[in-house]
């Protein structure tokens, strides 16, 4: 079946450097995107999400953009944090699909102090 | 005010039995769903309920079931358990069951020994 991925499964930056995550979908059909981050012990936190008719959306300190064309989507944290420290997960799902989301594997963004 | 909250928290079983995991959504949303979460991978998607109807179904024996009751609240069956279903169960809710931010709890560690 369709599957979310992710290019990197760990990534290590400097505390106030930025940080950018990758996902790639492969649902075409895919309209509604969102990032999670997931702490130890901990159920997954709502971080941002974009649908399909947009190419960027910003947050707090985060940004999320999506290339259509490409199937590719990528989460830019800003000023790095120690509290960044988790894994982040990017999710997809159709319009039709309700709260079903298709989960990729995750990426575990450690921060160097 | 009260995010999605579950219990119990951990839970140990051995294989053959059966078990039942609660879940109250946040208050307001009508929709629950329910994720499986083996370490190191994404969730992936058991059911969604919805005005105490089935929405959706993931891909997974008919061992498991859920319900939801006329406050929302719902409840997660598992019977006949195997050692592969030891994983972290998370439930999340919002607030009309549609492309919408979905709230997830912190989950029930489930182990099958």
């Known amino acids: 079946g369709e599957s979310v991925g992710l290019h990197l499964p760990t990534l290590s930056v400097q505390e106030g450097d930025n940080s950018i995550i990758n996902c790639a979908y492969s649902?075409?059909?895919?309209?509604?995107f969102i990032w999670y981050k997931q702490e130890s012990g901990k159920g997954p936190q709502f971080i941002i999400d974009i649908r399909s008719n947009m190419d960027k959306r910003q947050g707090q300190r985060v940004t999320v953009l999506l290339n259509k064309t490409v199937k590719h989507l990528s989460l830019q944290i800003a000023a790095t944090q120690p509290g960044d420290s988790a894994v982040y997960f990017c999710?997809?799902?159709?319009?039709?699909?309700?709260?079903?989301?298709?989960f990729g594997g995750g990426t575990r963004l450690m921060v160097k102090p | 005010d009260a995010g999605v909250t579950q219990s119990p928290t951990h839970l140990i079983k051995t294989r053959g039995q059966h078990v039942t995991l609660r879940c109250s959504p946040i208050s307001g949303h009508k929709s629950v769903s329910w994720y499986q979460q083996v370490l190191g991978q994404g969730p992936q998607f058991i059911f969604q309920?919805?005005?105490?109807?089935?929405?959706g179904r993931g891909n997974f024996p008919d061992r498991f079931s859920a319900r939801q009751f006329p406050n929302y609240s719902s409840e997660l069956n598992v019977n006949a358990l195997l050692l592969g279903d030891s994983a972290l169960y998370l439930c999340?809710?919002?607030?009309?069951?549609?492309?919408?931010?979905?709230?997830f709890g912190s989950g029930t560690q489930l182990s099958v020994l």
């Open positions: 309920y919805y005005e105490k109807e089935e929405r």
């Open positions: 649902n075409s059909a895919s309209d509604y």
């Open positions: 999340a809710s919002s607030p009309m069951g549609g492309n919408e931010k979905l709230f």
């Open positions: 999710a997809e799902t159709i319009n039709n699909a309700g709260n079903m989301l298709t």
